[in-house]
């Protein structure tokens, strides 16, 4: 990495529990590339003035986590197609002053589906109703799944979610099974009070055919450490993290690295 200068491009992220991952992956990608860029992550205390921030320094790229996907909406200047049709923000380019959003959550929710060939006839459990349950939602739609229940305590976001494509809500699992159980909620992500937990009750994960967790840090979420000692094929938080910072670190530099590349700073990410 350069030292730093005055010429640096910086990119950044704002999580309420920032991690390691980006900073890693793109810092790492950073150098690969003889690039004079730097990546930091950063919890804001004021999203407002963070973005703000954003459009005064001129900060190039702004990852945006939980649970800010939603609230920042308000602050950007435009909506790509990615972001405005599923009203979730993981991505802000800065364009002189020009502040425009996407969403590249959903692409890897798609990608990973399609990867690992997820028979579409397999009913789901999607646990969760924020920004990130949105993408994911809408990629099991546009994928072509029809039995979907989405599960949240919160009624009118789990109704509002489910009901836009097609789907079921549910407060909560009572007892119920599926063949590819989600989680797209904080439970199980380190540094949290629920970093201990397993997202689904083990008559779930023993019924399922698939289990998928978004959860990044830790990538051995307590869900997907339940899951393969009770042998099921899981989809991990960590690949989830791989393909959708790939992505925004194409839309910040336009430079799109090679898989080699990429597999190198995924091996860097995961190696904290």
């Excluded at 640096?8 to 150098?31: E, K, V």
């Excluded at 450490?225 to 690949?239: D, L, Y």
């Amino acid at each position: 990495m350069p030292i730093l200068n005055k010429d640096m491009t910086l990119c950044i992220s704002l999580s309420a529990r920032p991690s390691n991952n980006g900073t890693r992956f793109h810092n790492h990608l950073y150098g690969q590339l003889d690039l004079n860029w730097i990546y930091k992550a950063f919890a804001p205390t004021n999203l407002e003035q963070a973005i703000a921030g954003v459009r005064g320094l001129g900060i190039r790229g702004c990852a945006i986590s939980m649970p800010y996907k939603e609230d920042v909406i308000a602050l950007v200047d435009e909506m790509d197609p990615s972001a405005k049709a599923i009203d979730s923000v993981n991505t802000i380019v800065n364009t002189d002053g020009h502040l425009k959003a996407y969403n590249t959550d959903y692409t890897a929710i798609e990608q990973l589906l399609a990867t690992n060939a997820v028979p579409t006839d397999y009913s789901v459990l999607v646990q969760g109703a924020g920004g990130m349950a949105k993408a994911t939602v809408a990629a099991l739609r546009d994928a072509g799944f029809t039995d979907v229940t989405v599960l949240a305590r919160n009624e009118a976001a789990g109704r509002a979610l489910a009901d836009q494509y097609g789907f079921q809500w549910r407060a909560a699992i009572d007892g119920g099974t599926a063949g590819l159980i989600i989680n797209v909620t904080p439970l199980g992500m380190a540094g949290g009070a629920e970093a201990d937990t397993v997202a689904f009750p083990a008559e779930a994960i023993e019924a399922a055919r698939l289990v998928f967790d978004v959860v990044a840090l830790p990538a051995e979420t307590p869900l997907i450490k339940a899951a393969r000692a009770a042998g099921k094929p899981v989809i991990t938080g960590a690949e989830v993290a791989t393909i959708q910072a790939l992505e925004q670190f194409v839309l910040y530099t336009g430079v799109r690295p090679t898989p080699d590349q990429v597999r190198a700073a995924e091996e860097f990410m995961r190696a904290q």
